[in-house]
């Protein structure tokens, strides 16, 4: 049975505080994909019935929902995107299976070791942790640099992004962070992660993203997502160790 037109339109269910990265991640494919959408503010907090019953696994947001079917996990969702709309203007995802393995390599490194890294610096007030979380964080965007310089050996001039002459799956992954990572470094006191000496590639590829079409003008401002750390999760992060330290 064919879906109704109400039903096949695309809904997104993300935080409404504009700093959400994963949702805004998503909604990066969306225009990139050049897709409209409804978009349903939700509070990751404070649970609704329709993301309890559309993410009962992990209870999280962003959830796409497409043709009353939800997609889950930001990164599947900006698959699902690219493979759902195959026709819509450019690939998020290389063509190449080696290539779009490599994307998917880095994507998820970043999620999984970078940006727990990085955020990490602000959870723990023990100084030799934060130095270890720093040299961690450090030495992520040192790996990431290596593999911007790759992307640009297998095409013939220097690539702009991570996926070549366009956005593609790594940009975005990396690039819906860079107001975070700006704010982390500014609440810490540090000197900028992406640094023009140490990451050269990658300070030129940031400063491409902000500019780039379609996606600067979901960036949020970085005193915004400061202000966010600062009321909300830093409340939690205390709230947690205090739990963790009486039981
Ligand atoms: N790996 C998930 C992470 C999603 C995530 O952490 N979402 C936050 C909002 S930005 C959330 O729902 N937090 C509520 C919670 O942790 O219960 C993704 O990529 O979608």
Redesign the pocket.
Known sequence: MMAGAQEQRLKLLG?GTGV????IRVQMALCIKELSYDFLPED??SKSDLLLASNPV?????VLIHTGRPV????IIVQYLDDAFAGNSTSILPTDPYSRAVARFWASYI?DKLFPSCIGILKTAKQHERADKVEETLAAFGLLEAALAECSKEGEAEALFFGGGSLGLLDIALGCYLPWIKAIGHLAAMPPFLDAARTPKLAAWAERFRAAEPVRALLPAEDKVEEYISTVLYPKWNAALTASATN
């Open positions: 935080p959400s990265m994963y949702t990751p907090w992990y209870k999280k947001l962003p889950c996990e930001s990164l999620d």
